[in-house]
């Protein structure tokens, strides 16, 4: 089943056009990454399937629905989630907190039931929190659920981030550069949480410039250079492709 | 236990207010009372306007006039006299329905006027509509447009109730009569009433002060806080941040005006300055100073200024003693003076374990 399917999506800044014509379909149950050099307009592609950023023209079928135009909010509700390349936490919350605001698709209650606690929104409130503590106890934060966001390091960060995007019970989790600022070793935990996410049956889609996490984990990758498609395929076949090489080492001739 | 633990400030909140009245009460000086009242009246706006300053992002410089629209919905509906349109077929039809009131108005000359519920419906359905009116351009956008949006509404507010003589001009309306909620329960200057009065009124921001503390911890409450945040995080985990923000300025708008009409009924009458820019700027300066996001700490100053002020301590520099406190806050201490997470931190650098 195609899980997402982007038709000649375009987006220009002034004179730039830093996405042009890319088309491109996720089939459910994937890990797909998007690679390219510094400027390929990556995160930009990112930021329009997600919808933080608006495309100029082009269509996104997610799911069966068409989502192209709709804001952020209602991608995050029909089961996108995401990860920002530079960490987009809440400082001022708790790391429980922060986590339970994945959750926010998922639960119902409103203002006024919020005011007077009834007796649902508390009970929804509670198995959401349970949820969030399986998620923390995984990723080794359970310990650190009441800290502030701010006080934990990078790698602890990125978790929590994950954590987020994970409570969403996504469809399709979009990770911008999930590795950049990690360790070794936690890059290796991450490839590992990686493949556990795509167990629960959650399609992936990541930017990635760490080309061994990428070629280790990846069931097909999409280059982008200029803004424009370049290539797309398994792992193995980009690895030989000549205008991948070229890109990435120089021509030839040069 | 746990139950205990949560409702503790309210309940110790609740003792000291009675406290104040049997020490009040017991040394004669029951008028300190009154201010108390008015004061707690004039912390529903406040109140509102930390939910949308500390938790929504945004601020308001229309909370005065939204207030205003309160105290005179309460004012129009019960002084303006019905007696020339008495056959009219609606006013009879409304005086079978038992709203009409009629009684003898200041000079002694027989006055019919709706009843104060239709006053309180009139002020809740036109704070909705205005909120709604200002907010939903306003919040579309990102950044202060709300501020400039409001500041404008109020300026217009204050214009219109000063220029027109429906409103009373600049002598604003008086002899509005008491609110009767209950037979035996009633919103009005009466000496008489005036304990019950002083306990009702703190009873309605205890009421409102325990919604607000359960908003904050649901569901809704995160969302807000994250909108607070980073916009960008929360809408991408679904939340519909425009809407949710002018949820928030609306409940806001909405308890400003409940605090104006209350206090119209409790003091008899309302002028134009309830709607002037500066009683805006006053209530941003009592929910900075208080914190932005701390509800406690904005209530509990708000009172404390309000009441000094209605003492007059602040004499003719009262409009001026509101900016300098703004101007302070801003430079000194941003985060308010009763910022309780910078105390702890502050206590733990001096005694705690380095």
Redesign the interface.
Known sequence: MVLLDVKNLNRSFGGLRAIREVSFSLEAGLIKAVIGPNGAGKTTLFNLLTGNLAADNGTLLFDHQDLSGKPAFLRARAGMARTFQNIKLFPQMSVLDNVLVGGHTRTRSGFLSGMLPLPGSVREQKSLCEQAMVLLHRYGLADEKNTLTGALSFGQQRSVELCRALLLKPKLLLLDEPAAGLNMQETAMLSESIRYIRSERITVLLVEHDMSLVMDICDEILVLNYGERIAEGKPTDIRRNPDVIKIYLGDEDA | MAFLKKFFPFLLFALVLSAIQVIATCTETEYYLTQLTMAAWYSLPVLGLCLVMGYAGQISLGHAAFFAVGGYAAGVVTTTSLIPVQTNSLVSLLGKAGLLVSRTNLYGLPLLHLTPWIGLLFAIGTSLLLSILIGVPALKLKGHYLAMATMGFGIIIYRILLGTSFFGAADGLSDIPAFRILPVLSVSSDFSARVTNYYLAFACVLILLI??S??L???????L??I???E??????????ARDKL?VFV?SALCATLGGFFLTHYTGSIGPSEASIMKSVRYVAIVAAGGM?SLWGTLILGLILNFLSLRGVFGSYDDAVFGAILVMIMLFAPEGLFNIGKLKSLFRKTHGPA
């Open positions: 919604l607000f359960n908003l911890h649901s569901r809704m409450g995160r969302a806080k994250a607070h945040n980073n960008e995080a929360a809408s991408a985990s679904g939340i519909n941040t949820i409940i996001a």
